[in-house]
């Protein structure tokens, strides 16, 4: 049969612009081969070029196609972390308008994507990531007047920053006895590059103190 096939090809040229089909008659490809495929001989190649651009993969229906190495990796192991400030007590944060927070532990973080000393989580691989943040502040907080809340914040690549999810209010009190709810949750799903960052601001006239076992993020990559 291959034979046949290099003969065909050689003699009539016209054919390599055609779909070709072995063992099916209705080729969607340009070589469509229904059944096993065997390569006697592939030399060996010490280039770290032919394995990070170069990988051969095959999908369900058959059909191989190339990619990255890197791409291979991401794939299979998605982004995906949960953190927070620990179980027990409470953690101060500077605000004075908006302050940036930074959280103290991880329960899990399957890509290293979050960085603790910095606050910052930096996507990897391009893709829609779904995130959540919830925030349970002290006593002392529902005290203060303005707006008292958390956000979202994206910033690309080439610098240019955008808040993506806001849960801000301010705090009512009622014959001298404050009604607001002492959570502000929020979250949403946005679009990441490689190289694009997500961080989390507290917003507050002052210093902001949360209840630590009450408040954490989560950042998941669902595509």
């Given at each position: 049969i291959m034979k046949n096939l290099i003969f065909f090809l050689l003699f009539f040229p016209f054919i390599g612009y055609s779909q070709i089909g072995i063992g099916t008659e209705t080729p969607t490809r340009t070589l469509d081969i229904n059944g096993d495929?065997?390569?006697?001989?592939?030399?060996?190649t010490t280039r770290e070029s032919?394995?990070?651009?170069?990988?051969?993969?095959?999908?369900?229906q058959g059909n191989v196609d190339r990619t990255t190495s890197q791409q291979v990796i991401y794939s299979h192991f998605?982004?995906?972390?949960?953190?927070?400030?620990?179980?027990s007590g409470n953690t101060s944060i500077p605000a004075s308008g908006t302050g940036l927070m930074k959280f103290s532990n991880k329960?899990?973080?399957?890509?290293?994507?979050?960085?603790?000393?910095?606050?910052?989580?930096?996507?990897?691989i391009a893709g829609i990531y779904h995130?959540?943040?919830?925030?349970?502040?002290?006593?002392s907080v529902l005290s203060l007047t303005g707006d008292v809340?958390?956000?979202?914040?994206?910033?690309?690549?080439?610098?240019?920053?955008?808040?993506k999810a806001k849960a801000s209010f301010s705090n009512i009190a009622v014959l001298g006895i404050n009604v607001s709810p002492p959570t502000r949750t929020t979250e949403t799903i946005v679009e990441l590059n490689p190289g694009d960052t997500i961080t989390f601001l507290v917003i507050g006239p002052s210093t902001i103190t949360v209840v630590n076992e009450e408040t954490f993020f989560s950042i998941e990559q669902v595509r």
């Open positions: 495929l065997r390569i006697r001989n592939t030399p060996a032919a394995a990070k651009d170069s990988i051969l993969v095959v999908d369900l998605k982004s995906f972390v949960r953190g927070n400030f620990g179980t329960d899990f973080d399957l890509s290293n994507d979050y960085s603790l000393s910095t606050g910052v989580f930096t996507a990897k995130i959540n943040i919830s925030l349970k502040f002290a006593s809340g958390v956000a979202i914040q994206k910033t690309t690549l080439a610098g240019i920053t955008a808040t």
